[in-house]
């Protein structure tokens, strides 16, 4: 009779606690569904949704290829919707560009790397990014990863004397060797090499990718960051070497040998590249949460035409448009500007559409590195970008479950007859190839808001990064969707009484905790 009771008792309870959750969910939902048609979101019409993605994915812009005429011209496009829709100039600024000082250089056409007698070739199994020099004859050192961090302590160059040497390192640091680690270091790893003397640095080829992707990928003009003294950036060659079977002279090198080695490179060249992020700003409406930032972004640059593009192409059609990626994200962008600037929210919005994503995430790293507005006042990076779409009735959010934003995502999803598909093909590590990494890896929660992908198959390989993919073959009723749920989503992150926060144990908390001073 007592467990019966008891049973009664629990089963009351539960009954209790099920009714009150949804209730509690009702008013949530109630609350974020409230004057929706008032939203002006709600009214975004597809002729201008259309009309964006047709002139900013069109032949006239030559694929917007960071650094040429064809990605002025979409910044310029971007700025001038900007400043129609209401967005305002961030204050200090005098117009909505950020510069982002690079550089683009050209490996040389020739290079030899000999140790112990094995010479290594360029193209083959050798690949010198940076640096002319007729010749270097010294000795090779082993420095571990080649890195140093004072905050931590670590200096792998410790009791080292690399003056006037090759230093042979690790790829990556001791803190990460995935690949956006490796190619995020290799700037300053040839500097703190360079700081200590060395002549030379050779970084060993042990990636999870295959060699020749790698070669094919940087064995041409390639954009980076400026340094802050370029001709001192010249002074040192930089490379890759790719180990054989026979490696018995680079495991000496890992066991403290040295070793003579013989250093040839030619055809180096570099020259400065002027590019720019557009940014603008919406005030907030409350009074103490407009001193919070919510950062939207979409990466408004593609690969250009050509061998610059990276895939097939002919005499007829040598132009990839890049309408998906990320023409698609630059429009839902200026989407939201114009609805949430129309009717702004409680928290101040930046509105930050950034160029060099397609050739290392470059400009929302500089912003990350160089915020207009501090980043610790920045609550949320709300980042649209994708490789295509293959399911027009989903939306596809890459972090989903990190940031404790899944139920907004799938309410502005929802509202427009979409379904959230959640971190579509994880092989691929989309996460960390967007930019919402950059601005994740300083603790800014993050997320990427894209395109309806279930997977990585045959029809988004047909389109991603590939010459067909032009404004005549996407869908525009759902672009429009696509583009409402966007704006519908800045709107509510940015009406929401808390603020996003990462999930405890995600890989970027620490850094959002050194970054807010704050754990909630």
Known sequence: MGLLFLEKFKLKNMNKVFL?????????????????????????????????????????????????????????????????????????????????????????????????????????????????????????????????????????????????????????????????????????????????????????????????????????????????????????????????????????LQNGKKAKVALNSEGYARRDVSAQNVIGIIEGSDPKLKDEYLLLTAHYDHVGTGANGGGPYTPEDSIFNGARDNGMGTVALLAAAKAIAEKPVKRSVIILAVTGEEVGLLGSQYYAENPIIPLHKTVFNLNTDGAGYNDVSYVSIVGYGRTGTDEIMDASANIFGLDVFPNPAPEQNLYDRSDNVSFAAAGVPAICFSPGATGFNEEIAHYYHQVTDNPDTVDYDYLLKFSKAFSRAARLVGNEATRPWWVKGDKYEEAGIKLYKYKP
């Open 20 to 252: 009150t959750c949804l209730f509690s969910l009702g008013i949530l939902f109630s609350s974020w569904a409230q004057n929706s048609q008032e939203a002006p979101e709600f009214e975004l019409k597809k002729s201008e949704i259309e009309g964006h993605l047709r002139f900013l994915a069109s032949d006239a812009l030559q694929g917007r290829r960071t650094g040429e005429m064809g990605n002025d011209m979409a910044a310029n496009y971007i700025a001038a919707y900007l400043e129609a829709y209401g967005v305002k100039k961030v204050p200090g600024m005098d117009s909505y560009f950020q510069d982002v000082p690079m550089e683009a250089t050209t490996p040389p056409s020739s290079a030899s790397f000999e140790l112990n007698k094995k010479v290594y070739t360029q193209g083959e199994n050798l690949l010198i990014l940076s640096g002319n020099t007729p010749s270097i004859k010294a000795d090779a050192i082993f420095a571990n990863f080649g890195w140093v961090d004072k905050e931590s302590g670590h200096d792998d160059y410790k009791g080292l004397d690399v003056k006037g040497k090759v230093v042979v390192l690790l790829p990556g640091t001791p803190d990460g060797q995935d690949p956006l680690t490796v190619f995020t270091s290799m700037k300053a790893k040839r500097q703190m090499a360079q700081e200590r003397g060395a002549v030379a640095v050779i970084e060993l080829y042990r990636l999870p990718f295959p060699w020749n992707f790698f070669r094919q990928y940087f064995n041409k003009e390639n954009l980076s960051l400026a340094a802050d003294d370029n001709s001192q950036e010249d002074s040192i060659v930089y490379g890759w070497l790719k180990e054989g079977d026979d490696n018995e002279d680079i495991q000496k």
